[in-house]
Every structure is written in C-alpha cells, then in structure tokens.
C-alpha cells in the first residue's frame, strides 16, 4: 500500500527492513498498559464538574482538551499520569517487543502516554536500554496526530524522517507517520 509517495507496510514481519530506524508507539505495540480507563474517564469528568464543564459524550482526549480550556489542564494531566504509572508498572510485554532484538538499529519511542509511564514500561520489561529517546504527551506541547512528538523522536536519532518507519497500532498513529514523512507499519 502506497500512499502520498511514503512507504506503508501492514505485515508484522521484519517490514522495517530497508529503514535505517524504528520509532514504535508504546501501548499496544511494545507493551499493554494495564490502565483503567474507565476510571480514568469517571476521576476527569468530576475534575471537570468542578469548573462546571460537562463531560457528557466526550472521547479520550477531549477531556484533556477540556481541562486545558477550563484552565484545569496540569490537574487532568497530573491524574491520568498517575493511572498511566500505575498501569506501566503492571505493564505486559508484547511479541512486537522482540522486534527491538540487540538494540543496535537506532529506535526509539513515541507515545500519547507520559513520558515517565513509558519508561516505567519499558525499564519493567528490560527494554529500556535498547531505545535511544522516548518521547511521551508531556514531552512536547503537542500529541499525536500532530507530527511535533514523533519528528523529535526522529531527531533523535539523528535520521531523516524518510529513513523512519514509525510501527503502532491506531489510525491516528498511521495519521502521524503522514504528516511527519515517515514510513509507516500497523501492528
């Protein structure tokens, strides 16, 4: 599959052949976050209530934009980043790990969670020292689809986004790799 002149591999194996570097997104892709987003959702919207903002029908992350309006923002950011920490230390590997092998190809990590739940993730399933950066939603000021998260995960590997497939497991990570120039690949 072709798309806007960039390469975009939807097999699971070894389809980062011909990349000089691997950028994965974390949940879902390295790892599983046993992270209860239920709760999550119910702790928001009452933050939310207390400024008198009904939360009724909101999606992931239009409570976090919520909050940021509301003035609330660093309090919506302080709690689902707890529950990310708590669910990265209960975190379990996935076969896409394997992938990551010595950790001589450069990679790194770029993800809607925090930075810190990434690396308590990563650390837990002793994935840490193969990835050169980790780039979370508090790294940059911005999250995915925009593609400011994944070009600084880019950056730091010192590649070219033409050089980088970026593997995850959602459309919005597929959006991302888009608009940054990378390859892409769905797990």
């Known amino acids: ?10 097999s699971d194996t070894d389809a980062d052949d011909g990349y000089d570097g691997v950028v994965y997104d974390l949940d879902g892709t390295l790892v599983h976050l046993a992270v209860d987003w239920r709760a999550v959702e119910r702790d928001l919207t009452d933050l939310l209530a207390t400024v008198d ?36 230390e209960r975190a379990e590997r996935l076969p896409h790990a394997d992938e990551l092998r010595d950790g001589t190809r450069p990679t790194a990590v770029c993800s809607l ?7 308590i993730a990563l650390s837990k399933e002793d994935l840490a020292e193969r990835v050169r950066a980790v780039v979370g939603r508090d790294s940059v000021p911005t999250r995915k689809p925009d593609p ?8 730091a590997l010192n590649l070219d986004p033409v050089d980088v497939v970026f593997v995850g497991d959602s459309e919005r990570d597929a959006e991302t790799a888009r608009r940054a120039g990378t390859g892409f690949r769905y797990v």
């Open 148 to 155: 400011a998260p994944l070009l600084r995960a880019v950056d």
């Open 113 to 119: 969670n925090c930075e810190r739940a990434c690396r």
């Open 1 to 10: 599959m072709i798309a806007d002149s960039q390469r975009v591999v939807v």
């Open 53 to 88: 903002v009904d939360a009724t029908g909101f999606g992931a992350w239009e409570y976090l934009d919520a909050a940021v309006d509301a003035g609330i923002g660093a309090e919506a950011e302080a709690l689902i980043s707890e529950y990310e920490r708590a669910g990265a």
